[in-house]
């Protein structure tokens, strides 16, 4: 079985799939929204610490493990030992629960660029409304970004209860964005190439998990990559240079992102100065050029002062300008990736051409991290011989895409944007702190971390130094677990979940809590994967043990 099991053409190819799989779109829009949240470049330092003492060595734990065992996820692990089967399985499931939400990110990629060959871009500007007399009465109360992303391309609805109709638009999108997929698939193993906030727990959780989000780490894509690398291929230099890489395109991405923010933040601020200026114009009929930027708040007091009645009900329609305010509005997620990036392009040069080249450059960073995804599904599926002795490679990966973007559907209606958050915030924070907790004390307590350190000998000719031991045995699992703690302190704490949704009344978000029903369906994609574990251990153990009990009856 092992001979035939097809091979990465060369160690370089396998590094770049593994970057491919790595840096994705979380690189361009979470890491820039948690330094902005932490402190800015404070929060590099919990980053940088996390990274060495969890993202590097677990990268490496888990390139060894597929290298070695030469097995999916669930093979691998079982392999180790048969009551960790639940690893593999937990790390499956939530591969499917990602791979479901995630190409949605495509498929709007690919709905923008369509969009971005018109001129002027759809979002530049604000639609008429209806009679022709004005611009669109929701998109006045915005901006025209926004409303292009919650109007025109989600339609979204006010509130997760009103779940509304399938976006046919956004579905075609979507099927296109599975069809890439399967027909990369179908190529093969070849073609998937501030410092107070330090005291803050929270920035420390953040950064845990924006490694283990953006490295990959639990998910399984990590150990099918490696199982189709050569036995004596370099894993420690490859997960150096893979950790490495990664973090360098998040602070490069942050550096861009924050260009952008002070771009945008700037140009928000001078039009809030401007619409307030020409309104105090028309308003008293004063003489042009009298009322500038920078005598504004003297202007303001001087009217309020000389026609206080007038003022007062004008006053209403007076927007409080403020840079700080701008510059202290966090975006993440998708309006970072829609909204923020689509107001700076509006405004260049030739905008046309670099809305083409950024919406082509997010679907080769989404594309390639569902080659990751769905190798971690498909591996262990093409691995089991019950299932690919019954039906070749094409049909069972065309089956799991099929699936998928059928449950995806779910996502392409009115309120679909909703669900795409809850998947986001809840499929995998707490199952992947769970499986990588185990898979370190697995490989370190069960296996054997005197065992594993042969095992690399054998396989790149030197041992693990004291770091990475020390890493696996000691300090990596007692920071999982501390940030396992700091979770459910933090969710118990947290009281009601809410979310963000949109009301096109006022042109912005509001926080609403969530219905009983989402409620449970969180409660839901946490368990059905974290539950694999002890399961698969259960399983195990009462098969072996009614085994012995018809042996002892035999006998």
């Not at 638009?169 to 998937?192: D, K, N, P």
């Not at 036995?231 to 950790?243: L, T």
């Not at 009115?414 to 199952?431: H, P």
């Amino acid at each position: 079985m092992e001979k035939s099991r097809p091979l990465w053409d060369n160690p370089l190819q396998f590094v770049f799939a593994c970057i491919s799989y790595a840096v994705g779109l979380g690189n361009v829009w979470r890491f820039p929204y948690l330094c902005q949240m932490y402190g800015g470049g404070g929060f590099l330092i919990p980053y940088l610490i996390m990274l060495i003492a969890e993202g590097m060595p677990l990268l490496y734990l888990e390139l060894a493990v597929g290298q070695r065992m030469r097995q999916g996820s669930i093979g691998a692990w079982k392999i180790i030992s048969p009551y960790l089967c639940g690893v593999g399985v937990a790390s499956v499931v939530v591969s499917f629960f990602l791979s479901m939400y995630y190409n949605v990110i495509n498929a709007w990629a690919f709905w923008y660029l369509f969009h971005s060959f018109q001129d002027p871009l759809p979002w530049a500007i604000c639609p008429l409304n209806s009679n022709r007399t004005g611009y669109e009465e929701e998109c006045e109360k915005t901006s025209s970004t926004q409303y292009f992303w919650y109007r025109q391309t989600l339609n979204i609805s006010p509130s997760l209860e009103a779940s509304g109709s399938v976006q046919w638009e956004q579905a075609l999108c979507l099927t296109l964005a599975w069809l890439v997929v399967y027909l990369c698939i179908l190529r093969g193993t070849a073609s998937t190439g501030k410092l107070e906030q330090l005291l803050n727990p929270k920035a420390w959780i953040s950064a845990a998990t924006q490694i283990f989000f953006s490295l990959g780490l639990g998910f399984g894509s990590l150990i099918a990559f490696a199982s189709y690398n050569e036995p004596s291929n370099n894993c420690q230099r490859h997960a150096i240079i893979v950790s490495l890489i990664n973090s360098t395109t998040s602070i490069f991405a942050s550096i861009v992102t924050f260009s952008i923010y002070g771009f945008k933040a700037t140009f928000n601020y001078e039009s809030c100065i401007n619409k307030v200026i020409l309104l105090l114009l028309n308003a008293f009929d004063l003489e042009e050029g009298s009322l500038t930027a920078d005598n504004l708040n003297e202007m303001k007091d001087y009217l309020m002062a000389t026609y206080p009645q007038e003022y007062a009900q004008l006053a209403p329609q007076i927007k409080n300008c403020s840079l700080e305010a701008e510059l202290d509005t966090a975006v993440q997620g998708t309006g970072l990736a829609f909204i923020v990036y689509s107001e700076a392009i509006k405004n260049m040069e030739v905008p046309q051409l670099y809305s083409v080249l950024y919406f082509f450059m997010l679907l080769m960073l989404g594309i390639g991290s569902m080659l990751g995804n769905t190798a971690a599904i498909l591996t262990p599926l093409t691995d089991s011989r019950a299932i690919a002795s019954r039906f070749p490679k094409e049909v069972i990966s065309g089956v799991v895409c099929f699936v998928n973007c059928i449950i995806g559907l779910i996502f392409t209606v009115e309120a679909g944007n909703y669900w795409f958050d809850i998947f986001n915030d809840y499929a995998a924070t707490l199952s992947l702190l769970l499986i990588v907790l185990v898979e370190t004390i697995a490989v370190c307590y069960i296996y054997g971390i005197r065992r594993f350190e042969k095992d690399l000998y054998t396989m790149i000719g030197c041992k693990p130094n004291w770091y990475w031991k020390i890493m696996w045995a000691f300090v990596s699992p007692l920071l999982i677990i501390s940030l396992f703690i700091f979770y459910i302190t933090d969710y118990i704490l947290t009281g009601t979940l809410q979310y963000q949704a949109w009301d096109a009344t006022q042109g912005q978000l509001v926080t609403k809590d969530y219905p009983g029903y989402a409620l449970a369906v969180i409660g839901l994609l946490v368990a059905s994967s974290t539950m694999c574990i002890p399961v698969g251990a259960l399983v195990t153990f009462v098969r072996k043990r009614l085994k012995r009990e018809r042996v002892a009856t035999v006998a």
